[in-house]
Nanobody
Framework: VQVVESVGGLVQAGGSLRLSCLAS????????MGWFRQAPVKEREFVAA????????YYADSVKGRFTISRDNAENAVYLQMNSLKPEDTAVYYC?????????????????WGRGTQVTVSS
């Protein structure tokens, strides 16, 4: 099983960025999928999750209304559209797959993780 995030980038505050995540070796439609992030000297935190069918989504309060998670099961892909970015969104972003959960905000429910991609928001 391999989970790979797209390259992040540097963006100015107020800007937008879209992250992609491609999974191989699994049928993504049977997995709950999520995005987490880890800022320097901070613990990894939940960002967004999407159910197997894509019908249900859940967001951390800090990103609600600004970020949108979506998935394309035909492409084995998950996306994170990030708008109105803030400097505090700067972090390494991780895509993860949860084979035993329809949708979860808990990192231990996710068995497969990407290596992460850096997102930097300048003020």
């Amino acid at each position: 099983v391999q989970v790979v995030e797209s390259v992040g980038g540097l963006v100015q505050a107020g800007g937008s960025l879209r992250l992609s995540c491609l999974a191989s070796g699994v049928i993504v439609s049977t997995f709950g999928m999520g995005w987490f992030r880890q800022a320097p000297v901070k613990e990894r935190e939940f960002v967004a999750a999407i159910s197997r069918s894509g019908t249900n989504t859940y967001y951390a309060d800090s990103v609600k209304g600004r970020f949108t998670i979506s998935r394309d099961n035909a492409e084995n892909a998950v996306y994170l559209q990030m708008n109105s970015l803030k400097p505090e969104d700067t972090a390494v972003y991780y895509c993860a797959a949860a084979p035993r959960s329809i949708m979860s905000t808990i990192s231990r429910d996710y068995d497969y993780w990407g290596r992460g991609t850096q997102v930097t928001v300048s003020s």
